[in-house]
C-alpha cells in the first residue's frame, strides 16, 4: 500500500509543478509536446498516449486549432485518418511552457537526473 500512496502522491506533485503558467491545462501541453518530438500525429495515437475519451479529446485539440497552436490535416495515406501538427505559434507556448518548468525545477543534481531516468524507465516498464 505504500507503493500506491507514493505514486499518487508523485503524480499529485507533478501535476501541481505542470501546471506553471496556468492558461493551458497540462494535458493540452502534452499534445503540444507529442506534437512537437513525433511529427503528424494521427487523432488515435495520442488518445491512447493520453489516455482519454475521445470526445474530450475532440473538445481539447478543436480549442488547440482555435487558438492557432495545431493543424488538423487529413492523411494522405488513408483518409479516414486525422493528423496533427504544432504550428509554430504552438512551437513557441510549447517553448515558453518548458521554460517555466525548467525554471520552477531548477538546476538538478546528477542524483536527481538518474532517480527520474529510473522512475521513467520502471513506470514504462509496467505500464
Known sequence: MKNIEKLIEISG???NLLKVGGERTVLQNKVLLFCSIYQSLPFGVIIDKLGIKKTNFALMIAELE?????????SNIDRRCKLVQLTEKGQKELEKFTQEV????GNTSLEVDKAIDTLNTFLNKII
Open 13 to 15: 506533485l507533478l501535476d
Open 102 to 105: 525548467e525554471k520552477a525545477v
Open 66 to 74: 482555435k487558438e492557432g497552436n495545431v493543424v488538423i490535416k487529413q
